[in-house]
T-cell receptor
């Protein structure tokens, strides 16, 4: 029972580098989400995808792009990483807005 | 007023005690409510959904008060392993981004031996 799988689990980047965080779910969920969580802070929504083929901005989208590749996969891209993007990134999915979200175990990203 | 508010704590509670905390929400059209638990540096995990009539799961009881727009979580006979941050989640109204999905910032609970 994999649930939501995120890769990589840890990453260190230099300022200006780009990378893509991968997320895949095997629960046939329609909606997928990307969050960031900074130390001592709550979850902040970056982008979400209500269904395959659609994506929308969340609370803090600047500096990020997303792709809903298919129903299973939702990737998050940092085009030019900045130290302010050092954070823990969580991907989540849900069958519908009335159902709870299931989270991946996170990607810990440090940008030097 | 923030959309979802929680007392950040920390709540320091002796083992075996009962502890309760609330979460208030601002949008009366919200439809679905959940409590999550998050351990340090780990992902949030669903603790329980909150139903209109209130619901219980072992030592945990969740209640919804639509008139006053808050949900509550009661933990009885607290264990050391209950130490965590508890997040409330509100969702389900149309017109808000991501269907009005909003996480509270969490209440930090420390159970002391």
């Amino acid at each position: 029972n994999a649930g939501v799988t995120q890769t990589p689990k840890f990453q260190v980047l230099k300022t200006g580098q780009s990378m893509t965080l991968q997320c895949a779910q095997d629960m046939n969920h329609n909606s997928m989400y990307w969050y960031r969580q900074d130390p001592g802070m709550g979850l902040r929504l970056i982008y979400y995808s209500a269904s395959e083929g659609t994506t929308d901005k969340g609370e803090v989208p600047n500096g990020y792009n997303v792709s809903r590749l298919n129903k299973r996969e939702f990737s998050l891209r940092l085009e030019s990483a900045a130290p302010s993007q050092t954070s823990v990134y969580f991907c989540a999915s849900t069958a519908s807005k009335s159902q709870p979200q299931h989270f991946g175990d996170g990607t810990r990203l440090s940008i030097l | 007023r923030k959309e979802v508010e929680q007392d950040p704590g920390p709540f320091n509670v002796p083992e075996g005690a009962t502890v309760a905390f609330n979460c208030t929400y601002s949008n009366s059209a919200s439809q679905s409510f959940f409590w999550y638990r998050q351990d340090c540096r780990k992902e949030p995990k669903l603790l329980m959904s909150v139903y209109s009539s209130g619901n219980e799961d072992g030592r945990f009881t969740a209640q919804l008060n639509r008139a006053s727009q808050y949900i509550s979580l009661l933990i009885r006979d607290s264990k050391l392993s209950d130490s965590a941050t508890y997040l409330c989640v509100v969702t389900g109204y149309s017109g808000g981004g991501a269907d009005g999905l909003t996480f509270g910032k969490g209440t930090h609970l420390i159970i002391q031996p």
